[in-house]
């Protein structure tokens, strides 16, 4: 009796992937059908809304077959429980889904930003979903199977998987052709395969051989014009999760700018789009030379940038970093990481705030002699713990959330958080504001602002950002920028200041920086770019 009982409990890996596949259907991918049944009215399309989940759950298990050919099938079943556990956690939570281009901006997160990221919540699903049916996949025994065997099997299974999709789809030919067509989105959803696949993807495009490393040049030459003896004093603030629809300059509700408000000399535009929605692509697309559309991300740190061709014009440039790095941009300039505390004076228990980086400036401009650019790449409002990027005397608007974990929070608080650190970035352009107004004997001053990416705040169930650029809301890809000219700068503020509303997009910073220098390149296309910036008639090259 004890063997025969012991025996209904030993399982084909086969049967053991169907049943972790019906697991993950049922508990990882609850976002996706909340996103199908959004376009999809359950009364109506209730067989094509079955169709799909027949349709996923043999994806996933084909998915999980061809893993089993090169790993044990305990392990993959163990992988797919975990992964589907973690993802399913922000989509559900943050409505995040996971790509190829979030998988390289959670690569290149560091210890500090990942830990924010951590609670309770993450813990207990992941361990009741992923990691608890994982350990009990172990005490399951599985029947032996000769090595042949268990690959024809395998087959046999993926097979299977294959003919069940297609039968499930046959019906609903025209449906599916409607949902590839202009639902495509839906796909970033599906759980743990989309992830999967998009983790394989990167891996193979980041690959040995798959980049060409050579250095590639993209401007021959580079010069301040003769005649231009002034110069020029530029600081360039990266903002960081900056939306700019809420910054007080732009019409917001709340006076989140109430520093630079005061400064007639601010000129915010408001229509500028970022060219991606994670610090990972964003950052190396806003100083490339190429446009959006030409921006390859695995060639960045092999392509010249804007950067690289101020020093070649004999800039001194310098990047002060307080968030992750520069991702590349400043891989061959002077580089200095804040969120240090040996190197940053103003750090505390929540961290190492940006206006430790002006420290020191004073001392560094001293030293040059001739054009300076200083970059500063801020923490800014990086979430989703925004209450530790502004000290308690900028907490003007409470109750604002205390927690890392957003779902603790109402929607008030947590945009009253998000706002203080908007308002403590005023507070930070404005001390850099100051900082170069008292070099306006010596240079030419500008400062611009630019957001990398915005930030979703719960609207339509989404928060943080890094969705992918087709289906990423409005929050995440417009963003705030600001320049402020001092009184000895070349450029026209009235004159800029009547194209506040024209759209723009980060194509456009790269070749703004070079006209703030006044570069003169070789490149016909960047130089023809370069009009956005109208200078003082007196002062522009000749």
Not at 220 to 247: K, M, Q, Y
Request: glycine share 6%; proline share 5%.
């Amino acid at each position: 009796m004890s063997i025969h009982m012991k025996s209904r409990f030993i399982l084909s890996p086969s049967l053991l992937l169907w049943g972790v596949s019906v697991f993950l259907l049922a508990t990882a991918n609850i976002s996706f059908f909340k996103q199908t049944i959004a376009v999809y009215d359950v009364d109506q399309f209730l067989p094509f809304l079955i169709s799909q989940a027949i349709v996923l759950l043999s994806a996933i298990m084909l998915f999980a077959t061809i893993f089993s050919f090169f790993l044990p099938v305990r392990l993959v079943a163990a992988l797919f429980l975990i992964t589907g556990a973690v993802v399913g956690y922000f989509s559900d939570n943050l409505g995040i889904a996971i790509d190829k281009e979030m998988i390289r901006n959670i690569l290149s997160t560091d210890a500090g930003e990942a830990g924010d990221l951590l609670n309770w919540s993450l813990a207990l699903r992941v361990g009741l979903l992923g990691v608890l049916p994982a350990l009990l996949l172990f005490l399951i025994p599985l029947k032996p199977v000769p090595l042949l065997a268990r690959e024809r099997r395998l087959a046999g299974a993926a097979i299977a998987a294959l003919l069940l999709a297609v039968i499930s789809m046959a019906p609903f030919g025209t449906s599916y052709a409607s949902l590839f067509r202009e639902h495509k989105p839906l796909r970033y959803f599906t759980n743990p395969t989309h992830p999967i696949y998009s983790a394989i993807k990167l891996a193979i495009d980041s690959g040995a051989g798959a980049v060409d490393t050579t250095f590639r040049t993209r401007v021959a030459s580079a010069n301040v014009p003769p005649e231009d003896a002034e110069h020029e004093l530029v600081i360039v603030v990266v903002g960081e999760t900056a939306r700019a629809d809420h910054f007080g300059l732009n019409g917001y509700a709340r006076q989140t700018t109430p520093k630079l408000a005061q400064r007639k000399e601010i000129i915010s535009f408001s229509d500028m789009r970022s060219c991606g929605t994670s610090t990972a692509v964003s950052l190396p697309c806003m100083f490339s030379l190429d446009n959006r559309s030409d921006f390859a991300i695995d060639q960045a740190d092999f392509t010249e940038n804007t950067l690289d061709v101020l020093v070649k014009a004999g800039v001194s440039v310098l990047w002060r970093d307080n968030n992750t790095g520069s991702q590349g941009v400043a891989n061959r300039v002077r580089y200095e990481y804040f969120q240090d505390p040996d190197k940053n004076r103003r750090c505390d228990e929540e961290g190492c705030r940006d206006i430790g980086m002006l420290d020191g400036l004073e001392d560094y401009v001293a030293q040059q002699d001739g054009d300076i650019l200083i970059v500063l790449h801020q923490m800014g409002s990086h979430g989703p713990a925004y209450f530790k990027r502004y000290p308690d005397d900028h907490a003007a608007f409470t109750p604002d959330c205390q927690s890392k974990e957003l779902g603790t929070c109402s929607e008030a608080e947590i945009i009253n958080a998000y706002d203080n650190s908007i308002l403590y970035t005023d507070s930070f352009l404005d001390a850099a504001i100051t900082f170069l107004e008292g070099k306006q004997g010596r240079y030419e001053t500008s400062l611009i602002y630019l957001s990398d990416h915005g930030e979703s705040l719960g609207e339509m169930g989404v928060y943080l950002h890094g969705m992918p650029y087709l289906v990423a809301p409005t929050a995440q890809t417009h963003v705030p920028f600001i320049i402020w000219a001092g009184e000895t700068s070349d450029i026209d503020r009235e004159r800029l200041r009547a194209r506040l509303d024209e759209p723009m997009t980060h194509d456009d910073f790269s070749k703004l920086l070079l006209e703030a220098f006044e570069i003169i390149v070789d490149d016909q296309q960047i130089a023809s770019d370069m009009q956005l910036l109208p200078m003082k008639p007196e002062d522009r090259p000749h």
